[in-house]
């Protein structure tokens, strides 16, 4: 989408010199924890085990402007 949008120089990706907004989320979907700019804006109510995790259940998604 930040491609199409023409915006993927700051959105879209988790590289140097981006927005760095994105969302940690479970296998279930469950939000855990929104970072804006950079920076922990949000964090659920329930503890996030991701050290107990298998590899691959963790998910990071980009948001979006």
Do not use: C, Y
Not at 13 to 31: M, V
Not at 36 to 45: M, N, R, T
Not at 46 to 63: C, I, S, V, Y
């Amino acid at each position: 989408p930040a491609q199409v949008l023409g915006i993927e120089d700051k959105k879209g990706t988790l590289e140097f010199g981006t927005d760095a907004d994105f969302i940690l989320i479970d296998d279930k979907i469950n939000i855990h924890e929104t970072w804006i700019g950079g920076k922990l804006a949000w964090k659920g109510p329930r503890p996030f085990k991701g050290d107990q995790m298998e590899e691959g259940e963790t998910t990071f998604l980009n948001m979006q402007d």
